[in-house]
Structures are given as C-alpha cells and as structure tokens.
C-alpha cells in the first residue's frame, strides 16, 4: 500500500492524494446517512491521462477502485470498503457550448446545475434535471443512467448522450469524443457504460446533446381523492398536453412531513390523499391548454403558477421530501418501476406489508408518475436490516416492475438482481465485466 500510495501522489501531487482520517470522511459516507466505508486514501486526477495513471497503477498493485462523483447516490454504489476512492471532482471543465449543433462536452466531475447555467446562458437546456442537481455530477448520472424530472420529454441521461471518452481498468483510455448523433459502426459503447455503475471503465467525459429552451413554463398542484385518480388523470395528461414537462407525485403523509420540516403553511384548505405536479413547458404560454386538460373530475382542487416565485413554491412540496424524510432518521430508500395501471393495487399492499413486518415503520412514497416511477421511504428500520427491502422488491416484481429505475442497483440491489434480469443476462454481464476488468478492480462491490 506505501508503494502504491507514492505513485499515486506522484501522479496527482501530494495535494491531491487525501490519505488523513478527517479528510477521506466525507467521500465514506453516503448522503442517505445509511452507508459507512472506509478508504485507503481518495486520489483526485484533474485530467484523463492522470486518471489512465491512477488506475494503471492501481491494476498493478490489484487494489479495488470505487469512483465517485458527487456522493448524492442512495444505493451505496461510491460508498468505498478498503479501497481507493477516484474522485472525479477535479474533472471539471466544460467545453463552451456549441450552440449551432446544440451540444456540449462535459468532464465527468461537472456539476450538473454548472451545466444547465452554462446552458440557459446559451439559450438551451439539458434534458435531465433532479434535485440533486448541486451536488450530482455528469460521470455519476451517466454511470446511475440518472433520470429525474423531465424523462417523460426528452428520455434519461442514456438518451442524451452522443459520445463517452472512459478509461479501463488497466488504464487504457478509449471512446470518441466529439461523438455523433448517428453512428451505427457497431456495439455501442456509450451505452454500454451508461448504468454500468463505474464497474466496466471510469467514465472522464461525456459529449453531450441540448435541446431549445422553452420560454413559457406552467406548474399546476392537483388535489387528488385517491391513486386510482392519480392514474387515470397521468394517463389523460399524457395524451392532452403535448407541452407535458413534469408529472410527479406525492401523498399526504409527504406532504406533512415537508410541511412539518419546513415550516410551511399546507397548499389547500382542506386534507387529501394524493397529489400530482404539473409541469408544461412551451414555446407558447401553455396555460391555456393546461386550464382544459384540468377540467376533469378528479380535481378536487388545484394551484396553478407561471412565475417562477410561485412555481418554485410549488415545486418546494414535491423537491423537499428527501430533505425532510431525512431530517427525521435514516430511511431505506427503495426506488422502483412500475406500469402504471399497479399503481393502485402496489401502494395499497406495499404499505400493508410494511405494516405486517415491522408496525412502527413509516412508509413515506412519492417519484415521477410520468415514468412509472416511485420512491419507496421506509423510517424507523435499523440501517441493515434487508427484510422489508427484500418484501418491496419481491412484490415489485410480482406486478412485473424494475427493482431500479433511476438511482442504479449499487450495493444495497446486488442480492436482488435476479428478481428482475434472468440468469442468461446475469451470466452475459459477468462475461462483459472480465472482459473490461479482469482483476475485477473496478467498483467490485457493486451490481454483479
Ligand atoms: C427524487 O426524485 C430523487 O427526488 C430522490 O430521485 C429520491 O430521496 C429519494 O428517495
Ligand atoms: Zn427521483
């Protein structure tokens, strides 16, 4: 380890290589408070040829490598155990934004709200947008295939990316940047690595596609009697609003805990079950059509804002959550897929069976209905405690849903794989992973 240490601070300067107890703390525990690692030492390359370095040298000496981004991951897929954490936080440049062609080349350890001010200035957004958006960085959303707010229009991170440059486990440095929007010369690397949960190669830069800002934006809170509305209403919007830019949802039980946390007065005078937020974007002022698509008997009542005080405010409800679950304890976070029409059927019985197992838990859901999308929130369970995880996911998958939807399978998922991908794909995945690393250096706690 002395040996290997050295090198490493040769090759990013002593400054870099952090190996103090009080400076690796924060790159070993997660931001849900439930994973704790520890660290060899944390190693901060500023370019792709250190990088290259760093793992060579780290393949020589058959060290584990955990890369991390920003930390913001709820599976413990960066959460290091007796390795050497690469941060990729000094990977941070951006190229200017190529507005004729409406692209970008980001390096991993940009920030994701770096990007999308980058962007606005130019008169363009990117296509993935999430709370995290401060702390979340490229390399990690392309490794999580992260998702967020606006996957119902313009797709995941998979879809926006034209090009990856990424670096082997050994060291080797490959990928096409700048990439093209068409290019069908074979498998597809960055697709490939997009989920990959850093276990096939460190992700260093991504060449990026934007799309046209749209000026005029709309938010509507709907008051909700029950799910069964909540689906109806999702189903009805996507086919009525073509201007559709967000579709989430939360329940009461949210809604107080934000209140609770936040001190914020409740947005309706009286209590409801289920609530959804409706976003519509456009080149147009889309309220109009918002206004009718509304006028639907499931609305119990409703919120609407076009200016961005008031948007904000709404969006505060539904941003809040992971914020304010936390505040109280350490929750499981169990985020899932799946169709729309088990909405109903999945909420009443995973709350039943959370009930049944452990009494005094409480079960807090919300997500993106949009995308078939929930976040399971389980308090009052101790940290390692896999009952109830195992429950939710085999019910998840009883309804033919994803044990993962957009925050990866990390470690937290890996047992559970094999509830939703069959063993020929397992067994295929394991064949890749040797392929790329061999040593089995790579991230080599997480998914597989
Ligand atoms: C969100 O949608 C994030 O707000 C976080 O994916 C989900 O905290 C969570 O469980
Ligand atoms: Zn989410």
């Known amino acids: 380890m002395h040996t290997l240490l050295q090198t490493l601070s040769d090759i990013v300067g002593p400054s870099h290589l952090l190996t103090a107890p009080e400076l690796r703390a924060r790159y070993e525990t997660d931001c849900t408070g439930r994973y704790h690692g520890h660290a060899h030492c944390v190693v901060r390359p500023a370019t792709t040829a250190q990088t290259s370095a760093v793992l060579a040298a780290c393949h020589a000496h058959r060290c584990p490598v955990v890369p991390q981004g920003g930390n913001s991951g709820l599976v413990g897929g960066a959460v290091p155990h007796d390795a050497v954490v690469l941060s990729t936080e000094r990977l941070n440049r951006l190229s200017p934004i190529d507005t004729a062609a409406a692209e970008v080349v980001a390096e991993a350890g940009v920030r994701l709200e770096i990007l999308q001010n980058a962007c606005q200035a130019a008169g363009l957004v990117f296509g993935v947008d999430m709370a995290s958006r401060g702390s979340a960085t490229i390399g990690g959303m392309v490794s999580t295939n992260a998702g967020g707010l606006h996957v119902l229009r313009y797709g995941s991170m998979r879809a926006q990316i034209i090009g990856v440059e990424a670096v082997q486990a050994d060291g080797t440095i490959f990928g096409k940047i700048p990439g093209l929007r068409k290019d069908n010369t074979g498998y597809n690397f960055p697709s490939l690595l997009t989920g990959a949960e850093g276990t096939l190669a460190v992700v260093t830069r991504a060449h990026l596609l934007l799309h046209p800002a749209l000026p005029h934006t709309c938010t509507a809170l709907l008051a ?14 996507r086919l009525h609003l073509p201007s559709l830019h967000a579709l989430e949802i939360f329940f009461a039980e949210g809604m107080h805990i934000v209140a609770e946390h936040f001190q914020q007065s409740l947005p309706f005078p009286e209590e409801h079950s289920t609530y959804l937020l409706v976003e519509c974007a456009d080149t147009t002022n889309p309220l109009a059509q918002l206004a009718a698509a509304l006028t639907r008997p499931e609305v119990q009542d409703a919120a609407v804002a076009e200016d961005s005080v008031g948007r904000e405010r709404l969006w505060r409800w539904r941003e809040r959550h992971t914020e304010a679950i936390r505040s109280i304890g350490i929750p499981h976070k169990l985020d899932i ?6 909405f109903p059927a999945f909420t009443r019985e995973v709350h039943r069976q959370i009930i049944d197992i452990a009494p005094h838990a409480q079960t807090i859901l919300f ?7 929930l976040h399971v929130n389980i308090l009052g369970l101790s940290p390692d405690d896999m009952t109830i995880d195992e ?8 309804y033919g849903g994803s044990i993962s939807a957009e925050h990866g399978i990390g470690k937290t998922k890996r047992p559970y794989l094999l509830l939703h991908r069959s063993s020929e794909e397992v067994s295929l995945m394991r064949q890749m992973k040797e392929v790329f690393d061999p040593h089995g250096i790579l991230n080599p706690e997480v998914l597989l």
Request: no cysteine.
């Open 337 to 342: 897929a799946l169709p729309l029409r088990s």
């Open 224 to 237: 909700l009697a029950d799910i069964e509305s909540a689906v109806i209403l999702t189903a009805h919007l």
């Open 367 to 373: 997500g993106h209905i949009g995308d078939g999308n």
């Open 391 to 398: 429950a939710v996911f085999r019910l998840v998958s009883s």
